[in-house]
């Protein structure tokens, strides 16, 4: 049997693809915001349903510069949490900020919003949550209390796209949120990323930061840098979000395949369904309890591999526990993140994994 990767990027046909890059041989235009940027910004606008959409290179850059627009206190304090990937903290380290690390709870994984008040000081400028596995943060909580202590909120809505909450895009949470278009994301452009964000003042002063903060031919007005989004990733970008509800409808159908074999298995959690929510079925996370499974999650883990079946430990480890911040951070202040980030293991998902592959998956794993 063929190998089953953890995830397969979703793409149009080539003849689709070469059909939207033709014109670039004619323009020439080939970055610096053309027609196929200028294009796939307003229909993720609308997709979105958001005021204001900025793409950059990627999406860590994209966190770095709202960080940075921001213009949060140097050396201020930013509520985060440790159970994400590496570019959330990083981003916030990279900005000379210090982030603090509130944990998260044990259902859907994103910031436990009833810890947060705790951790915040004359220092604190800032919350940045994470939506994780395109499970939505308490937008409620972490707005009352931002706003009850003028903190700015800016979301890591990498795992996110097209997530809506009571009808409202999650593109429209907090002062900004941050999107990936990765490969291996719901939506991507190969690589690519975006900010959302309602401010109007932010528009040109973000276009401005991502082009080395060249405001015209002889005006500097920033030490930017180099986070702009090129014409070929833009026009995949475009082809992509013609299909974007096709692919979500594939991923549902995956997702509903897994929970008729999982759910209500003894001794494996798996994801929740969140009321009021539209999901976007990005991923498939369960969590292994071995008292109960009798297999702990690198057991699990290495049974799929035997088996040419890829999964991922993700988010592992915590990046509290990360070498290069090795002293800084204690990860038995945050428990749960910590005990989670040791069981949870992401099964295959992509929009063209077929049923018997999930069949197969899931039998493996149950048969042990």
Request: charged share 25%; with cysteine.
């Amino acid at each position: 049997m063929s190998k089953i990767n953890v995830t397969n990027s979703s793409m149009p046909s080539y003849e689709e693809y070469c059909e939207e890059i033709k014109e670039l041989w004619e323009s020439r235009w080939l970055t610096n915001m053309g027609v196929k940027h200028r294009t796939l910004q307003a229909g993720l606008e609308e997709y979105l349903k958001t005021p204001h959409v900025t793409l950059y290179t990627n999406g860590h850059l994209a966190l770095e510069y709202a960080i940075a627009a921001m213009e949060l206190a140097e050396g201020g304090e930013v509520i985060t949490t440790p159970f994400t990937f590496a570019s959330t903290t990083h981003a916030i380290v990279r900005c000379g900020l210090k982030p603090v690390f509130c944990d998260i709870n044990p259902v859907d994984f994103t910031m436990d919003a009833t810890k947060i008040e705790a951790l915040i000081t004359d220092k604190t400028c800032a919350i940045v949550p994470v939506h994780v596995y395109g499970n939505l943060c308490d937008v409620e909580a972490i707005k009352a209390v931002a706003d009850n202590h003028n903190l700015k909120v800016i979301y890591d809505a990498a795992h996110a796209f097209g997530v809506e909450y009571k009808g409202v895009g999650v593109a429209n949470f907090g002062d900004a949120a941050m999107f990936s278009f990765h490969a291996t994301k719901v939506f991507h452009t190969i690589e690519g990323g975006a900010l959302t964000y309602a401010d109007d003042d932010l528009v040109t002063k973000l276009n401005v930061m991502k082009n080395f903060g060249i405001a015209g031919q002889e005006s500097v007005v920033y030490a930017g840098g180099n986070a702009k989004m090129n014409e070929y990733c833009a026009a995949m970008g475009i082809c992509n979000l013609r299909h974007i509800d096709e692919e979500i409808a594939k991923r549902e159908a995956v997702t509903l395949r897994y929970r008729q074999h999982l759910e209500g298995i003894d001794g494996i959690q798996i994801n929740p369904v969140q009321e009021n929510v539209k999901p976007n079925y990005a991923y498939f996370p369960i969590v292994i309890d071995k008292e109960k499974f009798g297999l702990d999650r690198d057991e699990v883990f290495e049974l799929l591999a035997e088996n040419e079946i890829g999964a991922r430990k993700y988010f592992y480890p915590n990046t509290n526990t990360f070498e290069c911040f090795e002293g800084r951070f204690d990860p038995n202040d945050t428990p749960i993140a910590y005990h989670m980030s040791k069981n949870v293991l992401t099964l295959p998902l992509y929009a063209d994994l077929t049923l018997e592959d999930v069949d197969r998956i899931c039998e493996i794993i149950l048969e042990k």
